[in-house]
């Protein structure tokens, strides 16, 4: 064979193994494979160490979430505040696995019909310990109806590109302060419970004493319906709103329960009251204080001796 057809029949060789190669990436992209970024936030959630967050409709004031050791705080408009831990972890959790399902527009004009602009997006800055960030737009959601599944779209800062998520992102960073506050009462498992303290007014205090599988009130053996109803609404308990208006100074304590159990450290729940209604404090979460009327938490607390032996009428 002579070299001319030699080089003929390379050339042939390589423009199949070139068109190969073309289809072979075409059959994978059919097949989903991405060809753009993998993760959203390129941090896994133990690295993450602060967030801000800039809600819609704050006057451009930030959110700022910030871990130490391993708790979580929460700061806005320059106030410190008790954070939810548990929403926080939720919210870390759902950066660190947030990932692109489709690319859906890349050009800068085009960011307007997705709501992620400066003006109209939510603006979310992630911040690693290893001094990385990532800045991102949160637009709007969509929600479709064939998959049922719903959709954020989300740009990331210095990038033209936006890619479809899905999850209602901006639901989950677009919230006021409040939502992200610590709201808790007292949680806690209601087997643990052993003795239970009321201290009110004058001499109608007292105090329940759990012995075996049975619970006591001066010796007494009481309603087995309403300490098990008692114990269930006690051990789960979660404020709606703060009353960041009050000032403990102004007004005495009216009443308290001290909680106390096995595997627990005991756990004081005060009662104020002002004008305004009644106010809720628990150990468990010192440095907020909570509406008890909304809802009738501090009802569902306080209550006078004769509930326990069956009375209708609570305290």
Known sequence: MSKKKNNRVLLIVFVVLLV????????????????????????QA????????????????????????????????????????EMIKGIVDELANMKPDRLVANKSNL??????TDSLGVKVIVYSDKNKKTELTLGRFAYNQDTRKPTTFVRVNNEKEVYAVEGYLSMTFNREINSLRDKNIFRGNQNDLTRISFSYPADSSYTLTKEGNKWLLDGAAVDSTRMAGYLNSVSYLVGTDFRDDFIPASVP????????????????????????????????????????????ISKMIFQSKNYFFGAKTPK
């Open 46 to 85: 133990n690295d993450i160490k602060k967030i801000t967050i800039f809600p819609k409709n704050s006057g451009n004031r930030d959110v700022e979430v910030y871990k130490v050791d391993t708790v979580w705080k929460l700061k806005f408009d320059g106030k410190l505040f008790a954070a939810d831990q």
């Open 111 to 116: 960011w307007k019909d997705y709501d992620i």
């Open 253 to 296: 304590e009216s009443y308290k329960v001290v909680l106390n159990g096995v595997n627990m450290k005991p756990v004081e729940i005060r009662a104020f009251m002002d004008a305004k209604g009644v106010i809720l404090n628990s150990s468990e979460n010192s440095t907020s204080y909570l509406s008890g009327d909304k809802p009738a």
């Open 20 to 43: 190969a190669a073309g289809a072979n990436q075409l059959i994978k992209s059919s097949k989903g494979e991405r060809s753009f970024r993998k993760d959203i936030v390129e941090m």
